[in-house]
């Protein structure tokens, strides 16, 4: 049962200005996972773990003017240790940052661009070998502002080029990659926003021109993050998924609820996952399995937190919807099978806009955590903070 999951809440750091982005990866090569949380327009930092969740603050890089958000984690230059590629929004830029030496000492550490003002209104990125080449490459969204597209960026030699997969797409968010069919390709799943695309682009490993074949799963009302997932543990991965309206200031009393038109609009904003029909045939329909009505969601990820062997969902809320008071952290765990009905466990509300959201071992005692970052001060009476939830079993 989803009520017998507890968590005990702690603050890492309440000072941002800005919070979007964060992710976790163990930067002194002691078994803990550290994490990293920029700071959008002031600085990028990292959060040493202790193992036991206690964190010390160290400065990666400071540039005001410059707008790191979304990044991922990957060895991008063989060197065996792990970079972290950024987007910069504002400035329309790919670059990633690496370390020589002690981590905790900023000097230690240097940038590079992938593309220096050539993708404008860069939203986020993943890396994986899409080519087979035995080398890492990216992907990543750009979402408005002259950008609205997806592209994938191939190195070599020490440069990086673009390729365009798609553009003209309006509001890009979610850019994963993953293997849908199976066949050994990294595929792309991708959304927009305001025109409601679910979209895998299979690979097919063809020649960069041709690589690409976009398949639509699904128009859903404001896609925003959601991620691949074998969700029922076929070996097929699946899609979740989870979006909303855009958010306002008036969001519950700028709808009427006595009005069936606005309720039946915030009914659409909800969590849900599509389940992979499999093989490589993209004319089967994705079945969608609704785990949560009513629901303005950010991102919806999956773990399993009480260690049965099935995956429980966890999404973060920008704000009030239908069947929430406040945006925060919500877990959901069905009852034996995820096609049926799914319970729900607040953990944390009242804390609007929250963003993206990890679920790790922080404490290292074989139990995943949650950890969330949240704008809540103006318009909101909070702060802007990173937290995290320690899973009590």
């Known amino acids: 049962m ?9 603050l890492i750091d309440d000072t941002f200005m ?5 992710s976790s990866v163990d930067l ?16 990028l930092y990292w959060y040493e773990n202790d193992g036991n969740g206690n964190f010390s603050k160290h400065v990666i890089h400071e540039k005001p003017g410059e707008w790191l958000e979304r990044h991922t984690i990957a060895d991008i ?3 065996g240790k792990p970079e972290i590629i ?10 990633w940052f690496e370390f020589d030496g002690d981590p905790r000492d900023k000097k230690s550490w240097k940038y590079h661009y992938v593309s220096e003002r050539e993708f404008p209104s860069a939203y986020d990125v993943t890396a994986g070998d899409i080519n087979n080449d035995g080398q890492l490459e990216l992907a990543a969204s750009a979402y408005v502002h002259g950008g609205n597209r997806f592209s994938w960026f191939e190195r ?18 979610t850019v994963e990659l993953a293997d ?12 927009s926003a305001s025109n409601g695309q679910i979209i895998i682009y299979e690979n097919l490993g063809n020649s960069v021109k041709n ?6 799963i699904d128009i859903f009302n404001g896609p925003r993050h959601g991620h691949a997932v074998d969700l029922n543990n076929n070996g097929n991965m699946d899609i979740l998924m989870t979006g909303g309206l855009p958010l306002a200031n008036n969001r519950v009393s700028g709808f009427d609820m006595k009005d069936k038109s606005d309720e039946n609009l915030m009914s659409q904003e909800k969590i849900v996952w599509y389940e992979n029909p499999g093989g490589s045939d993209f004319s089967k329909s994705w079945k969608k399995h609704t785990i949560f009505d009513g629901f303005n969601g950010f991102e919806v990820i999956a773990a399993d937190l009480d260690n049965d062997g099935q995956l429980e969902v966890i999404a973060s809320a920008l704000g009030p919807s239908l069947n929430i008071q406040s945006g925060g952290i919500y877990v959901f765990k069905h009852r034996g099978d995820p096609k049926g009905k799914w319970d729900m466990k607040i953990i944390k509300e009242n804390w609007n806009e929250t963003h993206q959201i990890l679920s790790v071992d922080i404490n290292s005692n074989g139990l995943k955590d949650i950890v969330g970052v949240a704008n809540c001060a103006k318009p909101h009476s909070g702060k802007n903070e990173l937290r995290w939830w320690e899973n009590l079993g």
């Open 18 to 22: 800005y919070v979007y982005g964060i």
């Open 211 to 216: 690589r690409w074949s976009k398949h639509v």
């Open 28 to 43: 002194t090569g002691n078994g803990f996972l550290d994490l990293i949380a920029v700071d959008t327009n002031i600085g």
């Open 156 to 173: 070599s030699q020490g440069s990086w080029t673009q390729h365009l997969i798609e553009g003209n797409i309006p509001e890009c968010r």
């Open 86 to 95: 950024f987007v910069d929004n504002i400035g329309g830029s790919l670059l």
């Open 2 to 10: 989803v009520n017998n999951l507890n968590f005990k809440e702690h």
């Open 77 to 79: 230059n063989n060197d």
């Open 180 to 191: 849908f069919t199976n066949n050994g390709f990294l595929d792309l799943l991708g959304c």
